[in-house]
Every structure is written in structure tokens, then in C-alpha cells.
């Protein structure tokens, strides 16, 4: 874990339609959910804090990328070390997303993660970070991602004051409004148009920017 960053709980009240939020970092406890979750529909922006600790997938036909997620509980499991690895080292610091459930409990909601936008070094040694978030089927339409997105933007940046940390950025393919909108509430306003870049990434891109400060 990051030195002197305790493990955050980050509270974010219910607001219309929007249900009270509890994000905190992944436990054991999750992975049943998190491997339902992955076999509804598996986000493929990537889950992993580093590229080597994924899975070996098999190609798919005709050479298209097979699914680097969770397929299982196991792979769940994995995943979760990937996560517990991030924070210890602090160079991924990923939220599992709880939502207040009917009978007192909680039920997955979603992830945000932060990285640096380099893939290297721990968060607050570089000026840019990357943020990025999935939700749960279940629990779109109801304003979820934006306040995640925002509690662990204010978070992230209250945490870093006085590093070296700037700005962040949430990026998106350019035929995803959705995520348009997301960033639009979570107050990342648009900054400019990311060309596609092979093979890094194959389509064009919206860039949005939160400044620190």
C-alpha cells in the first residue's frame, strides 16, 4: 500500500435516484459477486493491474482478443490479488462499488480504478492519472457511476495534495455517449479528441480532464 494511505471507506448519500454508495477497496468477500457479475458481461476496458497478471486466453477466431477478465471464481480470486498487489505497491488503486440492498446488506454496484496515465511509478509521483469505472447491469440508469466517479476523484485528490499528481483523466471510445454523459456529471469536462493508435488502441477516443486544485 501506498506509504502513509490508510485503506479508505469513501460514503456518498443517496441523491434522487441515485442509492447511497460505500466504496472501498475489493475483499474475498466479493469475488461470488464479482464472478456473477463477469459472466453477465465482462467490461473489457482492463480489469488487471499489471498486463502479466492476467490469464493466457485463447485467441478467438479470426485472431479477435479473447476476454481478459474474471471467468470464473478462481479467476476472480486472481483478479483480487492483482487489486491487493495495487494498493500495497500504489500504482493501481481500485473501489468495488456497494449499493444498500432491501434487507440491510449491500450488493455490487460497479468498480473505479486509478492509475497513472504512464502505467508506471506509484500514484502521486507522475502529473497525470487515468481513472476508469464499470457498473453492474443491474444497477445502470441510476447515476451510480458519475457519483463513484466523483467520490473517488475528490478522494484521490484530497489524499495527493501536494504531490506531484495534477490531473486526471477519463477516457472513452468516441461511439460511447454513455460514457459521454458519465463524465459530463462527474464534472470531467471534454478536452480534446484522441486519435486511434494501433495497437495501443483501435478506435478514436473522447479525452476528459479533471485539474487538482
Known sequence: ?????????????????????????????????????????????????????????????????????????????????????????????SFAVLKADDVGGSVLAGNVGLKNREETGRIGERETAEIGYWTAVAARGRGI??????????????????????????VHDVDNPASCRVAEKARYPFRKLSPANPPHWFTDGHIHMRLGG
Open 1 to 93: 500500500m501506498t506509504d502513509g494511505l490508510r485503506l479508505p471507506e469513501l460514503c456518498v448519500p443517496a441523491v434522487s435516484r441515485q442509492p447511497a454508495l460505500i466504496l472501498r477497496p475489493w475483499r474475498v468477500a466479493d469475488i461470488p459477486a464479482l464472478a456473477a457479475e463477469m459472466s453477465r458481461e465482462y467490461p473489457t476496458a482492463g480489469m488487471w493491474s499489471r498486463p502479466d497478471e492476467r490469464p493466457v486466453r485463447t485467441a478467438l477466431p479470426g485472431g479477435a482478443e479473447g476476454r481478459t477478465g474474471p471467468a470464473d471464481e478462481r479467476d476472480a480470486a486472481r483478479w483480487l490479488a492483482s487489486q491487493d498487489r495495487g494498493w500495497r505497491d500504489g500504482d493501481r488503486l
Open 145 to 170: 457511476a458519475p457519483a463513484a466517479v466523483r467520490a473517488v476523484t475528490d478522494w484521490i485528490f484530497d489524499a495527493f495534495a501536494g504531490a506531484s499528481l495534477r490531473q486526471i483523466m477519463l
